[in-house]
């Protein structure tokens, strides 16, 4: 959750697309991205009038403010869930069960990017077809993208029915009561088989994120928290065997995603509906190259962010690093507030770049910047004056050594810089520009493990937060800055954006079409 959170931060959806008419190339095969001078001229498309402009962003504006008030309470929603649920489960199951059911709940988080990236892309193209009105290649899109995840599943869960039966599940585990043992096969089946089934079922998010209904996604995402914990308290209140009761916990959430999939296709848009007919294997190849390139961006940037606790334990020890550890969860929840007021501008940006409303995003994009800046502000300055107390009321362990203010002053910096970033990153996003994000996190992780490594053993945790601060404001601020620069520059005001899609016989983008 806290990795998830850092990384969608970051500027990926881990955690979350531009033409309308003709315009510059900017990405080519849905990954390359071309410097302003390598843009062609594209074919003059309708043009935007003011009275369309001034309604198009009034209803952006709309859809945008719905999808942070929503991001907020679903994720609230989604908080308060787990809550409820963890005591009866708990109870419930007993420790060594519950123990066990979270052990491989563990597994199944470490494969946060199992779509391979391919819902990002999916979402920047649909985004840049949202504004173009193309409706027919958006089927081809999302019906190509639940093809590649189907059958990516299918085969992921015939691996899994063979592991089921030839891995000695509880002597992994390390279960020690034989009757908890005899469960364990059942338990991996039901956890690894919600999570796998989830992965095509998950796309439902993006394809509304992209058509910019994230205020619907995100009731559908909080209906799944309240759904799993309603259904937890009734298996536990009808003396459910222990299997059901987890197979309550872990399926709501596919099941949920089924439902929204079947009421978005089945009657809101009839016309996205996914058919084997509009699968186009052109398409499904641009969506895995765009898709690999979000997937290698977001395991960079994971790599980044996440290898704090291996080096603190390597040089300071592995209390320090259970310190460190404790502190970085409080900053972690700055992080998903930053996520979650920022992701809404991935769709949002890329149907104002298709219809060249360059002048909307950089509005938009500064206003976000001050918000998030000025959001996680407060909450920072009140860990770096009131942090040792808090962190004494919520652990309350002998343990937990005193935190010097220096450490929670250079998190606090570090948590602002990552807010000023996270909207820079939806713009490039948008349009599927991650050149210089690689650029950024590489040098990043360059900078970052030496001097870390030489901070910590002058300055302690401290001086390990001080290196966090200072590599991510010299690498990944300016590659951020940098790159919304060069989004914006490849998209002339008031002309639309065209990314090159895949495409076949029937469908030519519109910057490649020849004049009527």
């Known amino acids: 959750m806290v990795r998830g959170a850092c990384v969608e931060a970051a500027g990926l959806m881990v955690d979350r697309p531009p033409a309308a008419g003709a315009a510059p190339t900017v990405l080519v095969g849905g990954?390359?991205?071309?410097?302003?001078?390598?843009?062609?001229?594209?074919?003059?498309?309708?043009?935007?009038?003011?009275?369309?402009?001034?309604?198009?962003?009034?209803?952006?504006?709309?859809?945008?403010?719905?999808?942070?008030?929503?991001?907020?309470?679903g994720k609230a929603v989604g908080l308060v869930a787990p809550l409820l649920i963890t005591p009866i489960a708990f109870g419930y199951l007993g420790a060594e069960r519950y123990g066990m059911w979270m052990a491989i709940t563990s597994l199944t988080a470490m494969a946060l990017f199992a779509d391979f990236g391919l819902g990002n892309g999916l979402l920047t193209r649909l985004s840049r077809l949202y504004a173009t009105g193309e409706r027919r290649a958006a089927a081809r899109e999302i019906a190509s993208a639940y093809a590649v995840l189907g059958a990516l599943a299918v085969a992921l869960l015939l691996v899994l029915l063979v592991a089921v039966r030839l891995v000695p599940w509880s002597a992994l585990l390390n279960v020690a009561d034989p009757v908890v043992a005899r469960d364990a096969r059942a338990v991996v089946l039901l956890c690894f088989g919600a999570f796998l089934v989830n992965i095509p079922l998950a796309l439902i998010q993006r394809v509304q994120y992209a058509h910019q209904q994230v205020a619907q996604s995100n009731l559908w995402q909080a209906a799944g928290s309240l759904g799993s914990a309603g259904l937890v308290v009734a298996a536990v209140a009808t003396d459910a065997s222990p299997a059901l009761v987890i197979a309550a916990a872990v399926l709501a959430v596919p099941l949920m995603n089924l439902a929204n999939s079947i009421c978005y296709f089945g009657w809101q848009q009839p016309a996205f509906r996914p058919r084997v007919k509009d699968v186009r294997a052109p398409v499904a190849r641009g969506l895995l190259r765009l898709g690999s390139r979000f997937f290698g961006l977001s395991l960079l940037s994971s790599i980044a962010l996440n290898l704090d606790g291996f080096l603190v334990g390597r040089v300071l020890g592995l209390h320090a690093a259970a310190n460190y550890a404790v502190i970085l969860r409080m900053f972690a929840v700055l992080a998903l507030f930053v996520t979650l007021v920022n992701l809404p501008l991935w769709p949002a940006n890329g149907e104002a770049l298709a219809r060249g409303d360059v002048g909307w995003v950089r509005r938009s994009t500064r206003r976000m910047v001050y918000l998030s800046a000025a959001a996680v502000t407060l909450p920072a300055l009140c860990l770096v004056l009131s942090g040792n107390d808090i962190l004494q009321f919520w652990v309350r362990s002998d343990d937990l050594e005193q935190v010097p203010t220096p450490l929670f002053a250079a998190l606090a910096v570090w948590s602002i810089l990552v807010a000023v970033?996270?909207?820079?990153?939806?713009?490039?996003?948008?349009?599927?520009?991650?050149?210089?994000?690689?650029?950024?996190?590489?040098?990043?992780?360059?900078?970052?493990?030496?001097?870390?490594?030489?901070?910590?053993?002058?300055?302690?945790?401290?001086?390990?937060?001080?290196?966090?601060?200072?590599?991510?404001?010299?690498?990944?601020?300016?590659?951020?800055?940098?790159?919304?620069?060069?989004?914006?520059?490849?998209?002339?005001?008031?002309?639309?954006?065209?990314?090159?899609?895949?495409?076949?016989?029937?469908?030519?983008?519109?910057?490649?079409?020849?004049?009527?």
């Open 421 to 516: 970033a996270a909207p820079l990153f939806m713009v490039q996003n948008s349009i599927g520009l991650l050149g210089p994000q690689f650029v950024g996190w590489a040098a990043c992780l360059v900078v970052a493990v030496p001097l870390k490594i030489l901070l910590a053993g002058r300055g302690g945790l401290s001086g390990v937060a001080l290196a966090s601060a200072l590599s991510y404001g010299v690498t990944v601020l300016p590659a951020a800055v940098v790159g919304y620069r060069k989004a914006l520059a490849s998209v002339p005001a008031k002309r639309s954006n065209s990314i090159e899609m895949e495409h076949d016989g029937e469908y030519t983008p519109r910057h490649r079409r020849s004049p009527a």
């Open 31 to 73: 990954t390359t991205a071309a410097t302003p001078s390598e843009v062609p001229t594209a074919t003059a498309g309708p043009e935007l009038h003011e009275g369309d402009t001034s309604m198009a962003r009034r209803s952006r504006g709309r859809a945008l403010v719905a999808g942070i008030a929503s991001s907020l309470a």
